[in-house]
């Protein structure tokens, strides 16, 4: 587990001290990722939460959402469905 000095909380795999494998990030603004990591950036599938309610669950690269996915509101209707790009639907 890490626990930063701002409130962030990791807990999951670790790699050469970097967030590697399985893991769950918590900022402590009140959102969270749960997925995969590669060498510290958010890289594969996971589920990210907003402290708003909304949720993505798909595809990451670099930290952002990229290749499929979806987008849900805070109800857990489909918001939007399909491919991103850099954060952003195409």
């Known amino acids: 587990?890490?626990?930063?000095?701002?409130?962030?909380?990791?807990?999951g795999e670790w790699k050469d001290n970097l967030r590697h494998g399985e893991?769950?990030?918590e900022w402590f603004e009140g959102d969270r990722y749960v997925g995969e990591f590669h060498e510290?950036?958010?890289?594969?599938?996971?589920?990210?939460?907003w402290k708003s309610g909304?949720?993505?669950?798909?595809?990451?690269?670099?930290?952002k959402r990229n290749g499929e996915g979806t987008l849900f509101d805070p109800?857990?209707?489909v918001k939007i469905k399909g491919m991103w790009r850099n954060d952003k639907p195409l």
């Open 23 to 25: 893991g769950s990030y």
């Open 1 to 11: 587990m890490g626990i930063w000095s701002n409130g962030n909380i990791y807990r």
């Open 40 to 49: 510290g950036e958010i890289e594969g599938e996971g589920i990210y939460y």
């Open 54 to 63: 909304e949720r993505y669950e798909g595809t990451f690269k670099n930290n």
């Open 75 to 77: 109800d857990g209707n």
